[in-house]
């Protein structure tokens, strides 16, 4: 890698955007990039493995390390905490690497307050019933589910204005490029500013 530090992105989306699997095909797509593994108070699942999908600890050791400082963001959801180590972002961005952070918009606001310097992406799906249609395809939540994650997208979509650059993810190939357009410092078409754009997102909550 070369020896110029590399830059921080944090990218956030509501629930149904798409954001993760963008997230997983930028770091596939290009060597530069690496995405942040975050700890968690949560149960592991049976298929994940500890320090490639999260750094798994138990409540008391997460209390300490938010004691001493130890993360960039750290949150409470539903019941689980999950954070951001410091130490292991500064490190990647030391080697050169371009580091990916996937947390929500709290979280991004957190990381912004503690380093300025960070670049924000927020995720938007294509329609109101694309996102709906999203929700459901899981095939897992109950109506009564589906409803309250809408419900709670469309707030989440509220504060796509504080982050500098907005992508819309119709088709993954496209936003792919626009994420990659964005990483490497030419993403103005992506800006959060264009004309348009908000109008756009109104519509998306309504």
Known sequence: MSKEKGRLFVVSA???AGKTTLVNAI???LDSVRLSVSHTTRPRR???VDGR???FVSRDQFQDLVEKGAFLEHANVFGNYYGTSREAVQSLLDQGYNVILEIDWQGAQQVRQRMPGCRSIFILPPSGPELERRL???GTDSDEVIA???AESRSDISHWTEFDYVI???RLDDALEE???VIAGQGDASRGNRPGLREFADSLQG
Do not use: F, T
Request: net charge neutral; hydrophobic share 20%.
């Open 136 to 138: 459901r395809g899981r």
């Open 14 to 16: 509501p629930s149904g």
């Open 148 to 150: 309250r994650r809408l």
């Open 46 to 48: 049976e298929n994940e």
């Open 27 to 29: 770091v596939e797509q």
């Open 179 to 181: 994420l990659a357009q």
């Open 53 to 55: 999908h999260y750094h």
């Open 168 to 170: 819309v993810n119709d």
